[in-house]
């Protein structure tokens, strides 16, 4: 019994796509063939992500929301080639405008503290309220309006930088 008080939770870190390691375009067209297959990534946040993954401290997942079935086939063409050896059991796709928190629930059990790593301050609320830990990514397009004054990463910031805050905080 005593030992169970000495066992930690697996650190769950899910994290956006569109503004996290992707750049967000304002007034972009997501509707156009390949817009998301020809996505640049975010060179620091592609290393933040490699170094998360191999790390046995966490379990790691994308969690990201699309628009329709083409947008949804490339994100994960981004992903793989971006990602070499990457499992689709890595991503978690949530319909546009739905609570990612509702899509993740199932995984939160007693094994695991969970941490959503976005953009989008409305996503972030809604997975406090709900009980899990928010990062705000700040990617130099967002955060214009003061709404979040909760945990926070610079996307352009070194990746040690971004995993200490990470560590400290969750």
């Given at each position: 019994m005593i030992a169970k008080m000495f066992l930690k939770k697996k650190k769950l870190i899910l994290m956006d796509l569109d503004g996290t390691i992707f750049p967000w375009e304002w007034g972009a067209d997501y509707t156009v063939p390949g817009y998301f297959e020809n996505l640049q990534i975010i060179h620091s946040m592609k290393l933040l992500v490699d170094i998360l993954r191999n790390d046995k401290r966490y379990v790691f997942k994308f969690c990201t929301a699309y628009t329709s079935e083409q947008a949804k086939k490339e994100k994960i063409v981004s992903l793989i080639r971006n990602f070499p050896g990457l499992s689709l059991d890595e991503i978690i796709f949530v319909p546009y405008g739905e609570s990612k928190y509702d899509y993740v629930k199932n995984l939160?059990?007693?094994?695991?503290?969970?941490?959503?790593?976005?953009?989008?301050?409305?996503?972030?609320f809604d997975f406090k309220s709900k009980g899990g830990n928010?990062?705000?990514?700040?990617?130099?397009?967002?955060?214009?309006?003061?709404?979040?004054?909760?945990?926070?990463?610079?996307?352009?910031?070194?990746?040690?930088?971004?995993?200490?805050?990470?560590?400290?905080y969750f």
């Open positions: 939160l059990d007693k094994k695991y503290s969970v941490c959503l790593i976005d953009d989008y301050s409305h996503n972030l928010a990062i705000k990514a700040m990617n130099g397009v967002n955060g214009t309006k003061g709404t979040w004054t909760g945990a926070s990463i610079d996307v352009y910031a070194n990746p040690s930088k971004n995993l200490r805050y990470i560590e400290n």
